[in-house]
């Protein structure tokens, strides 16, 4: 027994789960634990509840003893209106029968996908920055993720060029994560036809994770799979969690083509079965009545965004204009401390609680990541701690 605990468990550990960090954003999370007079700007999650329609309708999902598993690909009802709402917010058409699964959030739809399709030594090239999970589900995957850097000059977008001169003979795939967390960034129409030309080029599959695609601010989503040619080479992520305030309930779906989404599902029902069976009758009253919801939140979300971005570039932290999701992304570096720095520093002086730009990659080093999904009252309160703090390093 001596000898054991002098080896230590380490040694049974996989090696690809050993090197991966703990979320960037969590430490800070469990920095506050027992803080008063705290004010969360970080956890990116809705600050709504779920609508009434929705929570009624998984209650009266139990009540009627639908508690039973569903098939693994989910609610039947749910895959054939999911295929409906695509083909009419986007021209995108999928068989319901065979070409969509729901799943347990995006989280799992993406951690499928790169199971199913990466293997040792695989590349798959990911934007940066970009969602936390991204780069660690590519690891998971015995595949190697290729960071491709994007900045304020390009709006944090990628390009179809930069994209390119970072494709090996091992890329396989292509991870796009908008509207991106954390940036907000949008990538125009007019440069997602340039990356789907490079696509093809390259015979590359592309996965593009939209789980924000309903909040979007003076431009229109396009989903990718809805460009020509690219529906056969692109496995579409999307959930209910951001636009219908529906995190903890998680449901998320991934459509894509019969035959790679057949291998996705062999995944899924070995590690998952089924999604929760309330959760999906929820999402599926969300996609029959929630659209007022819907509306009614965005709205609020862009009376937010410009409050925030305002108060940010008032304080001298430029912030360039997210046109996507519920993130603020300003450059701190005119205070002269690095991300981690300057997160744990208003914390302690104001507490304030923000994200360090660099836990969602290398590119965003210098910036922090402010959620707006919060009141208006707590967003007016923190600008003015964000202020205070500023100008002490500033003056």
Known sequence: MAATRELGISRFLNDRVAKIPASG?????????????????????????????????????????RTAYTSNYGLFEL?????????????????????????????????????????????????????????????????????????????????????ERHITPRTKALLLGYP?????????????????????RHDLLVIADEIYDRLTYGVEHTSFASLPGMRERTVLLGGFSKDYAMTGWRV???????????????VHQYVIMCAPTAGQAA?????????????AMHAE?????????????????????????????????????????FVEALLKEEKVVTVPGDAFGPS??????????????NIEAALERIGRFVRRRTA
Request: charged share 20%; hydrophobic share 45%.
């Open 180 to 200: 991106n967390n954390p940036t907000g960034a949008v990538v125009p129409r007019e440069e997602l036809e340039r990356i789907a030309v490079v696509a093809q």
């Open 301 to 341: 979300y862009d009376r937010r965004r410009r409050t925030i971005v305002d108060g940010l570039n008032a304080i001298g932290l430029p912030t360039f204009e997210p046109r996507g999701a519920f993130y603020a992304f300003p450059d701190i570096r005119p205070t002269g401390l690095s991300s981690e720095e």
């Open 283 to 295: 999402a599926l009253e969300a996609l029959h009545g929630g659209e007022p919801y819907v509306q």
């Open 252 to 266: 998320g779906y991934a459509c894509a083509p019969a035959e790679l989404l057949e291998a996705m599902m062999k």
């Open 79 to 163: 895959r054939e209106s999911l295929a409906e709402h695509l083909a009419r917010l986007y021209d995108v058409r999928y068989d319901p029968r065979s070409e969509i699964l729901i799943t347990v959030g995006v989280s799992e739809a993406l951690d499928i996908t790169c199971r199913a399709v990466l293997g040792p030594g695989d590349e798959m090239i990911v934007p940066d920055p970009s969602y936390v999970a991204y780069v660690p589900a590519v690891v998971l995957a015995d595949a190697v993720p290729v960071l491709v850097p994007t900045s304020v000059e390009t709006q944090f977008a990628p390009t179809a060029a930069e994209i």
């Open 25 to 65: 954003i969590r430490r800070f999370f469990d920095m506050i634990s027992g803080m008063e007079g705290v004010i969360s700007l970080g956890v990116g999650e809705p600050d709504f509840a779920t609508p009434e329609p929705l929570r009624e309708a998984a209650i009266a999902s139990i009540h009627a003893g």
């Open 364 to 377: 965003g080093a210098g910036y922090v990541r402010l959620c707006y999904a919060n009141s208006m009252e």
